[in-house]
């Protein structure tokens, strides 16, 4: 069994990532996650890898879309903004069916913004901030752990689905240290695998085969790129099934229940703590798929509840999601901080004390 060892968020992610098979990087430093590529920079060339710092955002993206149209495996790195400025590319590899695994330690915002944690992206990362119908399953680690395990899993999964994989995790797991288990190293896609395994990548000009694939989002003619969005929705249906996860406790009997993601949801889990020593029932629903968001989970919320609160570092984006999979059943309010100050968890204790008053 694999011993624990102390890592800085960041790193630890970005071994997972060389350790489940990533061969490429393309980034570029931004605060919260700057560590991640000074840590490929150094390691992943030793390890067979190819390591480049593009010359912004625009770049990493297109040279991400240029490695995984050829079948290689590829992770890429950024906070908020610079997320944004890939928007456009990310919409190219859903179209193009291209995986690639991307990460977004978050940052607050709007614009610039700050440095500080935050989960303001929520509607960018789960709604796609490029144009067109598409979609990117994101998922949303509370621990370092858990950001590990994820990301190791995340270049099979993208691979499987041919789409883009998401993983966001605010500015605090990507900064903190925490003892992790690292799992086992993946080796590396050599060209014999990626044919076998990818036949529909890119081959080189100097291949034999005839049937050259094509790896393209243009499609010229109004029927011909119809029937290719609905083929993409169709796998989207099935991504909905098949990657929607969660974590769900104390709702048999709750009084509040809680929705929160991410380290927001450690603390919450605190505040449940807390309130429980003042007599109050709380649970928690944990969502670590944001989409495909796990509707079924408020199922489950007992009939007893007064009240289901999304605690969120935004001014509210979650709460969106938790109004439908509340389905007008209970009332939903809101406990929020933003601009990348985060409550402590006797705070959430406290107001959610203050709203189950008013109810």
């Not at 625009?58 to 400025?85: E, T």
């Not at 590899?93 to 690639?100: R, W």
Request: with cysteine; glycine share 10%.
């Amino acid at each position: 069994m694999s011993e624990k060892v102390l890592m800085k968020g960041n790193e630890a992610f970005a071994e997972a990532a060389i350790r489940g098979g990533c061969r490429f990087y393309f980034g570029y430093p931004i605060t919260p996650q700057s560590e991640i590529p000074e840590y490929m920079s150094r390691e992943l060339p030793k390890r067979g890898g190819t390591f480049l710092q593009a010359e912004s955002e625009l770049g990493a993206i297109n040279a991400a879309y240029g490695a995984g149209a050829a079948g290689g495996n590829v992770f890429i790195s950024s906070s908020s903004p610079g997320i944004a400025l890939m928007q456009e590319g990310v919409s190219f590899l859903c179209s193009a069916e291209v995986p690639v695994v991307m990460l977004n330690v978050s940052r607050g915002g709007p614009g610039i913004g700050g440095i500080q944690p935050g989960q303001a992206d929520y509607y960018q990362v789960t709604r796609g901030g490029g144009n067109g119908d598409y979609r990117v399953p994101v998922f949303a680690p509370s621990s370092i752990q858990e950001g590990v395990d994820l990301i190791y899993e995340a270049p099979v999964l993208a691979d499987e689905w041919r789409n883009p994989i998401m993983l966001l995790a605010d500015g605090m797991l990507g900064q903190m240290m925490e003892p992790v288990v690292l799992p086992e190293q993946r080796p590396f896609a050599e060209s014999a695998d990626i044919r076998a395994k990818k036949p529909w990548a890119l081959k080189g000009y100097g291949d034999s085969d005839k049937n050259k694939a094509v790896v393209k989002s243009l499609r010229m003619q109004p029927d011909d790129l119809e029937a290719h969005v609905e083929k993409l929705f169709a796998k989207y249906r099935e991504a909905e099934k098949a990657l929607v996860r969660w974590e769900s406790e104390g709702l048999e009997d709750a009084d509040v229940v809680f929705v929160a993601f991410g380290t927001v949801a450690r603390l919450t889990k605190e505040a449940i703590e807390i309130l429980a020593s003042q007599g109050v029932k709380a649970g928690l629903i944990r969502p670590i798929s944001l989409w495909p968001f796990p509707y079924q989970a408020f199922d489950e919320i007992s009939p007893k509840t007064k009240v289901v609160i999304s605690t969120e570092l935004s001014m509210g984006q979650m709460i969106e999601d938790v109004k439908v999979g509340v389905n007008g059943r209970y009332p939903v309010e809101l406990i929020h901080r933003t601009g990348g100050i985060v409550p402590t968890s006797l705070e959430v204790a406290e107001k959610a004390r203050e709203i189950l008053a008013k109810i």
